[in-house]
């Protein structure tokens, strides 16, 4: 499984961006798909994530604000930030998970896109 993310930017607080993460290889092997983000001089955390089924997770900060989505037919999965605020900034990374049952088994990352928020 390979991922390939893009649409990080520089945006003004309150402003909306849309990442989007385009899987290639064994796509069908995916299971949950998420996107996870690392700001400077802290831990990589979850921010969305979304199953196959279609069912959504948040972490708190972003409830409200940031929408998961996945087009199954694309293999792509996107995460739309509205009303963006400076601790949003961060490198995001978009995943792919696929269950131990699998022969392809693992986390799989896609390279990360930096996403700035001035206040």
């Known amino acids: 499984v390979q991922l390939q993310a893009s649409g990080g930017g520089l945006v003004q607080a309150g402003g909306s961006l849309r990442l989007s993460c385009a899987a290639s290889g064994s796509t069908f092997s995916i299971n949950y798909m998420g996107w996870y983000r690392q700001a400077p001089g802290k831990q990589r955390e979850l921010v969305a994530s979304?199953?196959?089924?279609?069912?959504?997770k948040y972490v708190d900060s972003v409830k409200g604000r940031f929408t998961i989505s996945r087009d199954n037919a694309k293999n792509t999965v996107y995460l739309q930030m509205n009303s963006l605020k400076p601790e949003d900034t961060a490198v995001y990374y978009c995943?792919?998970?696929?269950?131990?049952?699998?022969?392809?088994?693992?986390?799989?990352w896609g390279q990360g896109t930096l996403v700035t928020v001035s206040s």
């Open positions: 979304i199953s196959s089924g279609g069912n959504t």
């Open positions: 995943n792919a998970f696929v269950p131990y049952y699998s022969d392809y088994a693992g986390d799989y």
